[in-house]
């Protein structure tokens, strides 16, 4: 149950916590004064026990010596008896400064003569007295009254002691003190505990400041510190990785201008061999050939140019794109326009759109460059034997197109980095869009998503003279 309360305090907000933690510590130091007051009685006792703090009360010598006395004294006829009293003062000054004895009428009760303890005499000790008196309702008077003989017959004796005001109020005063203590003893605590978390907090910044990003940031609770901790930690965390993945980008960047320095070395060595055969005119019957060998060895080097600019505009920043309203009569002249090449390179692309005149926001730009990707994907990954389907569709806010095509068994000799996909989804970002990609069963699929206008969300379909149809 305990630890229950525990977690769910954790939780709290630091002054939610400040005020549970006052409220409960403040009932803990009551209950402690009352627990101390209340056996105050038996600590007395203990306290008895002292040498210098034994009170007179407890001294049968002193009680012995009173009766014993008392028959040598003749009592006042009243208090207006000066001479009597005066005589009889020896007996009532055997107490100490704390005692005060007094003599009634055994009779009537009346006040016939007495001496007030010393003590009280004392200005400092009497207001500390009287403000007891008032907190304690006069606990630190002690009373004993009786009847004693005297010489001239019996009367009233009472005795006050006041020895119990040493201890009482000096008790008062630290049973105070020990609970004030508890009460703010803890309430510092938890705000030097809360400090030394912001000071490990700063620490913490430091720490990362000079570079060291390994070791995590420590759980403080689920409180304001805590969850500053709990946000550091993911800081910290975020930009380790993004350290991580700049370190691996510079890496592949050298290793990509390494290959590629490597890979474009043979081929314009091969080409140049090829024209300086050419110039000199030898072999001119192996013209056409050389002609066509020294074609396919600038389009090797421009599929590796190709594959340079893609990577470098996959991990170099842009310029944000120029969005604006595109009809959807772009996407199908693009669409066309690559269709009929991947033809002529033996591609069977089935086509599925109808005409319907609606609207994007895109940019023509980056749309084509979208487009010129993903076709150059299926010239050199697709397989020929399998049809390429693309189909368009409209949602309420959305325009969607899929590809899909096979996947060639055999490779070209050029590996796939998927730098293509890559620049693909990081252009459908920028537009707005969405992009997603899945290789299943030898088959290769795209998705893609453009926001439509809110002109571009009325139906209004018109005639379009083309021999394709579907939903475009």
């Not at 006042?76 to 000066?82: F, G, L, N, R, T």
């Not at 890979?263 to 050389?290: A, C, F, K, Q």
């Not at 290769?444 to 149809?469: K, Q, W």
Request: aromatic letters at 12%; charged letters at 25%; a negative charge.
């Amino acid at each position: 149950m305990i630890k229950k309360v525990q977690t769910k305090a954790k939780g709290w907000k630091i002054h939610t916590q400040l005020m549970g933690l006052i409220l409960l510590t403040g009932l803990a130091s009551i209950l402690l004064f009352e627990v101390l007051w209340l056996n105050k009685w038996d600590i007395y006792e203990y306290v008895q026990q002292v040498p210098g703090f034994r009170d007179m009360s407890q001294d049968e010598d002193f009680w012995e010596k009173l009766r014993t006395e008392a028959a040598n004294y003749n009592i006042p006829s009243s208090e207006d008896d000066k001479e009597g009293i005066k005589k009889i003062q020896p007996f009532l000054s055997q107490g100490d400064k704390y005692t005060g004895i007094y003599i009634y009428n055994l009779k009537e009760g009346t006040y016939v003569a007495g001496k007030f303890p010393s003590v009280l005499n004392n200005a400092a000790f009497s207001t500390f007295f009287d403000m007891g008196y008032q907190l304690t309702g006069g606990e630190g008077e002690e009373t004993y009254e009786f009847p004693m003989k005297f010489k001239n017959g019996y009367a009233t004796v009472m005795v006050w002691f006041y020895h119990r005001v040493r201890f009482i109020y000096p008790y008062c005063i630290f049973c105070l003190t020990v609970s004030i203590g508890l009460f703010f003893g803890v309430i510092l605590f938890f705000i030097k505990k809360k400090m030394n978390m912001v000071a490990s907090l700063k620490d913490e910044i430091l720490r990362m400041a000079a570079g060291n990003l390994r070791d995590s940031v420590p759980e403080m609770g689920q409180d304001e510190i805590g969850i500053i901790a709990e946000e550091l930690d993911n800081l910290r965390t975020a930009l380790q990785d993004t350290l991580v993945r700049e370190k691996e980008s510079r890496r592949a960047n050298q290793d990509l201008i390494t290959a590629m320095s490597h890979d474009l070395r043979t081929p314009l060595t091969i080409l140049n061999g090829y024209l300086e055969v050419l110039r000199l005119n030898r072999n001119p019957e192996m013209h056409e050939e050389y002609l066509n060998r020294c074609l396919q060895k600038t389009s090797d080097i421009r599929e590796m140019t190709d594959r340079m600019f893609e990577y470098a505009l996959v991990f170099e920043e842009v310029d944000d794109p120029k969005v604006k309203e595109i009809p959807i009569e772009y996407f199908r002249d693009c669409i066309n326009e690559h269709s009929d090449f991947i033809k002529l390179a033996g591609f069977q692309p089935e086509l599925d759109y109808t005409n319907v005149e609606r609207w994007i926001t895109g940019d023509k730009g980056m749309i084509k460059r979208i487009f010129s990707n993903l076709f150059s994907n299926i010239l050199k990954y697709g397989d020929k034997s399998v049809p390429v389907n693309i189909k368009g569709c409209f949602t309420k806010t959305t325009y969607i197109l899929t590809m899909s095509n096979g996947i060639k068994q055999q490779s070209t000799g050029v590996e796939s980095n998927h730098i293509g996909l890559m620049s693909v989804e990081k252009m459908m970002q920028q537009l707005g869009g969405k992009s997603s990609f899945s290789e299943e069963n030898g088959l290769f699929s795209v998705r893609l998503e453009f926001h439509l206008t809110a002109y571009g969300r009325v139906d209004r379909p018109e005639t379009y003279a083309g021999n394709n149809a579907g939903i475009i």
